[in-house]
C-alpha cells in the first residue's frame, strides 16, 4: 500500500514536472523571427572551449569583431560574448560564466556600456540572461540586472514571463521546442554583408550636464580587471569604431585615466579609422552605427595586430584548434555566400539570416 | 511573499515536509514560527501590532477565566450564601470580567480604528469645520495598515467576546493564541474563524492523509484557476471602466459591474480556496466562506452565502446581542407606548440592522462609499422584510411558482442585479461618481458603446474575453455539480488516471492562461485590503 502510493507521488510529481518543462520550452522565445540577437547568450555552450582572447560588450563587439578573421590572418582563437545593449554588469558575469568553462590568455571588454549606470530595459536584460545556463553566476547577474518590477523567479522559471506568449506562437515554437534554431553567430560574431552609408557628416553628440561615469560602471570594471587578474587573464580595454552612439572625449579622457592608472591596454578605434581604413561609405550597413562584414574584417584585421603584441597565440597547425576553427571558417563563408545571395536577389537583407 | 508567487509555494512545501517530518508535538509550533516568517516576509513592524493584539487578548481572556473560575469557587465553598448575596457576588465578579472585555475590546478596536479609520474621521471632521472656518485638523500620511489587521482583529475579538459569555475557557497557552492570530494561510483573506471550531485541528497532531493532501492540493490549483485566469484578467478592464466614468457611462457601466461582480467573486474566492487549501495540507480545518452565492435568490440568502463568517460575526456579535440590549428594549417599550406593537416588534430589528451594516460597510473600507454600500444592503433587506406580506399573498395566489424554474431565475437575476448596483459604491472613487454612474444607466444608456471596438479597448483582446467566458462557464459549471455533491469526491472516484488528467489540465491552464508576471499584480487580492 505505501510503496503504491509513493509511485503514484512520483507518478503526479514526473507529470507535473514533464508538462512544465514542455510548456516552458514551448512557450519560451525562440528568437528566430525578431531580436535574434537573443540566441547569442545560449550560443556560447555549444562552441569549443579554446578560446585565447575573449571579446565582452555589447553590438560593438558582436558586430564589429569578426573571429574568423583573426583566426585566419593571425591563428588568433577567439570568441565574443555579446549581447544587444551589454550593460557592465553584465558583462562581468558573462565573463565569470565563461571562466568556468575556459581561462582566456585576454579579455577585451568594449568601453560603451560605461555610459549606462541602471537598467535600460527589460527586454535586453532577457536578451542577454534568459540563455545563461543556471548557476549561481546567473542568479548574481539577475539580480545585479533587474528592475524592480521584475522577479528573480521568472528568469529562473522563465514561463513565468513568457507564459502570455501563448496567442504568439508559431510554427518555430514548436519546430525547436526540443532542439536549437540554426546556429546564428559564427564564434559569437553576428554577420550582414549589406551596405547603408553614411552619408552624412558623423553625428555629434549633445552637450551632457556631468560626463563622469556612474559609480556602479567604476565598480563593476573593476571586478572585471580584478577577475581577469584572478585569471590570469590580460584585460584590454576597447572603443569600436562607431558613429553612433556618440563618445565624448570627457569620457574617453576617463577610460584613459584608468587603463594608464592600471596598467591597461586601451584602443579606441574612433581615434584610427582612417589606419584601419574603415569606409563609413561602405564598410557599415547602418550609417556608422555597426560594421559590416567588410568593416568587421578590417577592424579584426587592424585589432589582431595588437592581439599578437598583446600575447594572444597563434593555434594554427594544431588539430584540434584547425578542426573547430574548419567548421568555423567553412559556415562564416557559407553565411557571407548566402546573404550576399538574399542581397542579389532581394536588394535588402533584415535581421541576421543564416542557411538552415 | 503573497499567494501567488514561487516563494509562496516554495514555503509551503517546506513547511508541510517539516510538518510531517517532525515530531508530531513540534507540529503546531512549527506553524507559529511559519506564521511568524510569513508575516515578516510582508513587513517586520507588522509584529508589535499583532503582538499587542495576542498578548491583550490572551491576558483579558485569562484574566476573565480565572475570575469566573474564582466565582464559581467562592460560590461552591460558601453554600450557605443567600439568593440577594450569590447575585450581588456574581455582579460584583461580572463588573470586574465586563471590564477586561471592554478594556480589551477597546484597544485592539482602538487600534484598528487608528490604523485604519483615523484619517477618514478626521477628513469628515475637517470637512464639517471647512463650514465655519478655513482651520484644519492634519491627517497622518504614513499611517501603517498591518496585514491582516481586519480580519485578526475580528477573530480575537469574537473569541474574548465568547470567553466573556462563558462558551468556553480561555486558552492558557499564549503561543496558541498567537497561532489563532496569526496562522499564516487566514492573513490575507480571512476567514474570521471561531476558536472553538478551528483550535481543535490547529493545535492537534496530525499524521499525512494522502486524500486530505489531493484534496488539499485540487482546491488550492481551482483557488489559483479563479485567481489568475479570471479575476486577474478580468480586473485590467474593470480598472479601465471605472476610472473614467466619463467616457464610460450607461451600458458600460452595467458592463463593468458583470465584469467586477465575476472579478471580485473569483478573486476572494480563488484566495480562500488557496486559504483552505492550505491550511488543509496541514490538517487545519478553516470554516467556509462561500456557499454558491450567485445562486442567491434574495439577498439576505445572499448574505447568508457570501463572506459567511464576516456575516456570522455580525449577527453574532452586533445583531443578536443589540437586539437584546437594555438601551434597545427601551426604545421598544417606547415605540410600543407611542405607536403600538406593529412598530415596537421592528425597533430591534431595524436598530440592530442598521449598526451591523454600518459595521459591515466601514469594515470593508474607511469611505462614505463603503458606508453607504452597507446602508444599501440594509435598506433592500428591510424593504424586502416590508414587503413579506405582500410576498405572501403573491404566493397564496400561485402556491407552485416557488418551484418553477423561470420563477428561481428571476429571483437569482434580480438578486445578482440589485447586488451589481450596490457594487458600484465599491468601484467608483467617491459617493457623487457612483450615482452620477449609476444614474447615466438610465439617462445616457449609450447601447452603442457596447460593440467590439469599445470592448477591445478596455485592455482585454478578444482571447482574453474567450479565456475569461470560458473560465466563468466552468466555473457555473462546477457550482451546477457542486449543488449535487463535492465535485472533488466525484473525480476521485473516476480513478487515478482521470484525477491526474484533469489537475495536470488545470495546472497547464494556470500556468499558461494565468494573467500574472510582469505587469500584473497577481498578489493584490482584493480582500486583503479590507
Known sequence: ?356 | MGFVSVWFLLFCAAAVLLYYVLPKKWQWPLLLIASCAFYASYDLRYFGFIAVTTVSVYFAACKISQLRAKQNAYLQEHPELGKDEKKAYKAKTKKKTWAWLISCLLLNFGILFALKYINFFIGNINAIISIFSESKIPTFDKLLLPLGISYYTFKTAGYIIDVYFGRYEAEKNVFKVALFTSFFPTLLNGPIDRFPLTAPSLFGEHSWDEKRARFALQRILWGYFKKVVIADRLVVAVITIVSDPEKYPGVMVAFGALLYAAELYCDFTGGIDITIGVANLFGVEVSENFLRPFFSKNIAEYWRRWHITLGTWFKDYTFYPLCTAKPVMKLTKFFKNKFGAGAAKRVPIYVASIVLWFGTGAWHGASWNFILWGMGNCFVILVSQELTPLYKRFHAKHPDIDNKWYYKTMCIVRTNAIMCCLRLFDCYKDVPTTFKAFGSMFTKPSFNMLNGNTLLNLGLSAADYAIAFAGILLIFAVSMIQRRGSVREMIDKKGFAFRLAVFALLFAVIIVFGAYGLGYDSNSFIYSKF
Open chain 1, 1 to 356: 500500500m505505501r510503496s503504491k502510493v509513493i509511485l503514484r507521488v512520483l507518478i503526479c510529481v514526473t507529470v507535473f514536472v514533464l508538462l512544465f518543462i514542455c510548456l516552458q520550452r514551448l512557450l519560451m522565445p525562440k528568437y528566430t523571427r525578431e531580436a535574434e540577437e537573443g540566441r547569442l547568450t545560449a550560443e556560447y555552450y555549444g562552441s569549443d572551449k579554446n578560446h585565447d582572447v575573449l571579446f565582452i560588450g555589447d553590438c560593438e563587439v558582436y558586430e564589429n569583431i569578426s573571429p574568423v578573421a583573426l583566426w585566419r590572418e593571425y591563428g588568433i582563437s577567439s570568441y565574443v560574448r555579446g549581447s544587444p545593449q551589454q550593460l557592465i554588469w553584465h558583462s562581468y558575469y558573462m565573463l565569470e560564466d565563461a571562466l568556468r568553462y575556459e581561462t582566456p590568455e585576454i579579455v577585451v571588454f568594449n568601453v560603451l556600456s560605461m555610459k549606462y549606470g541602471e537598467p535600460q530595459n527589460e527586454a535586453y536584460n532577457r536578451l542577454a540572461l534568459d540563455g545563461m545556463r543556471l548557476s549561481s553566476t546567473k542568479i548574481n547577474a539577475i539580480k545585479a540586472s533587474m528592475k524592480s518590477e521584475e522577479s528573480l523567479m521568472s528568469y529562473i522559471f522563465p514561463i513565468l514571463r513568457f507564459h502570455s506568449r501563448w496567442n504568439e506562437l508559431n510554427s518555430d515554437d514548436f519546430k525547436y521546442m526540443f532542439c536549437s534554431p540554426p546556429q546564428l553567430s559564427v564564434a559569437g560574431y553576428l554577420m550582414r554583408v549589406d551596405c547603408r552609408p553614411l552619408t552624412t557628416d558623423p553625428p555629434v553628440g549633445h552637450q551632457l550636464m556631468d560626463y563622469s561615469f556612474a559609480d556602479i560602471c567604476w565598480e563593476y570594471l573593476e571586478k572585471i580587471r580584478t577577475l581577469c587578474e584572478e585569471n590570469g587573464a590580460k584585460l584590454v580595454l576597447m572603443k569600436a569604431p562607431t558613429v553612433a552612439p556618440y563618445w565624448y572625449a570627457e569620457w574617453d579622457a576617463q577610460i584613459i585615466e584608468y587603463a594608464q592608472k592600471h596598467g591597461l591596454a586601451y584602443y579606441n578605434f574612433l581615434n584610427s579609422v582612417a589606419e584601419i581604413g574603415i569606409d563609413y561609405t561602405a564598410d557599415t550597413y547602418d550609417e556608422g552605427q555597426h560594421l559590416n562584414v567588410w568593416g568587421a574584417e578590417k577592424l579584426s584585421s587592424y585589432f589582431g595586430k595588437e592581439l599578437v603584441s598583446l600575447g594572444a597565440p597563434d593555434r594554427r597547425g594544431k588539430a584540434d584548434y584547425e578542426q573547430s576553427w574548419a567548421k568555423l571558417c567553412e559556415r562564416y563563408d557559407r553565411i557571407k555566400q548566402y546573404q550576399t545571395d538574399i542581397l542579389e536577389q532581394t536588394g535588402t537583407i533584415t535581421g541576421f539570416p543564416v542557411p538552415d
